[in-house]
């Protein structure tokens, strides 16, 4: 592994079982059984371990009616990450599936889009659709780690290790990023919510918690620019990721896998 290229993992820990119609906005009409998964994501390489989002815990999973499969903490462990040495954690936005846990991390430092904290605390929260996807309770963690000097904040792109770079993508939220990590086959972006599913992206289809509809298309083009193919994009909650890419290691089937590695299709 040279010192610029990263090893990369997904790690599945909640799902939830859902129809079609559900994930488009102007529903499906094929209205088939259409699960989503829910990951965070781990990069390790010379420059350290940089985990992305941190999930929700059991309490939130029951009160938003989800199924958590294995606590984040067990996921990272699984792969040798020890939660309380992580120094570094990127967050996509700050969507209760993607910032719980906060007391999970001690130790590190919180990677935020300037345009997001302002988006969660400003005035589009006083409107109960846009608040649904957000907990108060995330959103003020995140504000007393701004006091606590643990959030570095981004404006758009930018580099966070040699290799690693964060990329303002908003639409779903409004201060969305995606992550770009440098591997052995190339760059890979972890989308994260500016992409839910493969279908999204090769349909031109839109995932209906949004914030805008325009910014979500245009970030599709923004994201497979970054990525330079469909192979090198992680779609933040389709269960295919799966499937496409091989396990950490044996025993980790369906749980964490390798994203440094090429998937099936790509091999097919
Ligand atoms: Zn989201
Ligand atoms: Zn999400």
Not at 140 to 155: E, N, T
């Amino acid at each position: 592994m040279s010192d610029d290229t990263y090893e990369v993992y997904a790690v599945r820990y909640a799902h939830h079982d859902r129809r079609s119609p559900e994930n488009f906005i102007g529903g499906d009409p094929h209205d088939v059984l259409q699960p989503l998964d829910y990951y965070v994501w781990a990069i390790v390489g010379a420059a350290g371990t940089y985990v992305i989002d941190t999930g929700f815990d059991a309490a939130m999973a029951k009160r938003r009616n989800r199924e958590l499969l294995k606590p984040i903490g067990e996921g990272l462990k699984a792969i040798g990450i020890d939660p309380d040495k992580v120094e570094n954690v990127i967050v996509s936005h700050l969507h209760y599936d993607h910032t719980g846990n906060y007391d999970l991390f001690p130790r590190a430092r919180y990677h935020l889009q300037d345009g997001e904290m302002a988006y969660a605390t400003g005035r589009y929260m006083c409107h109960a659709h846009i608040r649904v996807p957000f907990e108060v309770d995330d959103v003020l963690a995140m504000v007393r780690k701004v006091f606590d000097g643990r959030v570095i904040f981004h404006d758009g792109a930018d580099e966070i290790a040699p290799g690693l770079t964060v990329h303002r993508i908003g639409g779903h939220s409004k201060g969305l990023q995606s992550v770009r990590v440098m591997t052995r086959r190339g760059p890979v972006v972890l989308a994260a919510d500016a992409l839910h599913l493969y279908q999204h992206l090769d349909e031109g289809r839109v995932f209906p918690i949004t914030y805008h509809v325009g910014e979500v298309l245009e970030g599709y083009q923004t994201i497979l620019r970054l990525a330079g193919s469909r192979h090198h994009i992680v779609p933040g909650h389709d269960p295919k990721v799966l499937v496409e890419y091989p396990p950490a290691r044996s025993g980790l089937e369906g749980w964490v896998v390798r994203l440094d590695a090429d998937p099936k299709t790509a091999r097919a």
